[in-house]
């Protein structure tokens, strides 16, 4: 489809330009811890912090501000809210690594940080970089700093993310679709929705625009989830319906294990129709949300 | 010593009537969770927050703001900035008593919280308490609340409390007391030194009221490490000049041990006295924070 390889071919450039953009903040940010941060512990900090990643949410925050803004170059608001979003999201990953959690060695091609600087300072690490994430949120005098960093709190604490977690890890969990909808919800998509929210925000974008940032991240969030499971299966056709070997090992249900591949990929459809709708005034012209939500879907295919 | 036994008394009794008053709030704090928190996890949660403890940094940040308003009732922001400081507390204590840290089975006579909830769980319990502690302290509209939240952050951050830990377990660390001195400024000096400026800053203090909380949290937190070391000591006097089994088991040198016992005392000593001549133009009679300072020095004698 041509516009959909048009439209595919700028993503790709919007998003090497953004995350070159956000290592760089990044990169600054640790700097400026440098002086007064135990070595060991910024090493930690900065081996997950800095060792790739496709950056989606900051990349979801600076596109929503900009989108709000109708092109207008994020401000330090919204650069430190980005930042914040990549904090969070690192040191979950780092927590999520440990072996009393998912156990794993190897995470994007790299040693896990416990493995390379042990599981004491993987978890101060992680720490750390929780704490620094509202260091950086709340590091100037704007007052919409305040209502970032209460949004950043909602999206990561016992309400979002670390329920999630909690609901992933629990013993006696249904493997309904409504169960896993939920577990995605709060595991990733409440940051993802956040990273969305937070951007409009920075922006200084109204409350309409806030909302449809809000269904934007929760339907591109679950979309994204949706179709991860779906190309788990696809690439390799003798584990349709079935989790992958690691989902299978923690007892983890997929949506095509619940759901079965044809109503998973209906699902993650009608999610994407649903985002294109929230953002349709935020961004009328389609621009790289639109191209975003689209993405979400057609990888792979 | 007649006036030291009265200001013990009045100290008891003042020390009870805050501890309940503060117990009441962490209860109520952790009820607005309950409806959106998965119940395992507000359980781990509850389990250590509401498991007891001298509720040392919500009393210093309650009686600043006291002495700062001149006896009035905590507002709000004061109640919310002690509340978030015991959540930050309690989380560190959580992921401190981990097997990877410091593998204790028991803490105030309870089993931890990873023998009862699972070690993945009190991992997740304590990224919980951390992230909600930044939930509570934003939770409303004040300006004050974003200063608080920083002033939060960076005692808890990885120049703060979390540097600390990591300088902690640092296979290399020295034997020196200026180490150790550095050791527990930030481990757990940096968050006492935070509970007095919150305390004062809630209350709308002055900067030079805020400096001289920071200064009293300062020698009043490391006075009570120091006593806490002496006290190992003199309960077994085999000990003296060694460190506890704990603290040899971890390889962790005492005042006692680097300093010997009279210079301990004397440290103590002389940071006490800063402390009440920091404090003594915020509270001219001597009130609680006085006799808080005292006591730090005067237990067990």
Redesign the interface.
Known sequence: MKTGATSELRLDHYLEVQRARVELLLQKKLEG?AD???A???EA?RYSLLGGGKRLRPILCIAFAEAVCKGTAPGRVTDDAACALEYVHC?SLI?DD?P??DDDDFRRGKATNHKVY????A??A???L???A??VM??G?E?S??HL??E???A????GM??G???D??EDRPSDEGYVIRVHRLKTGALIRAACRMGALSAGGTTAQLEAAGVYGDCVGLAFQIVDDILDVTADPKKVGKPTQRDQAKGRFTFPKVSGMPRSRTLANERVAMALAAISKIEPNPGPLTALARYSVERGT
């Open positions: 811890l007064r941060t135990p060991r512990l910024l900090m040191y927590h440990l009393p959690m042990g599981e004491a300072m978890i101060l992680g720490d750390a929780l704490t620094e509202f260091g709340l590091g005098m007052e700093r305040l960093a209460r950043l709190a909602v990561a604490g016992a309400c670390v329920g977690q909690a609901l890890i629990a």
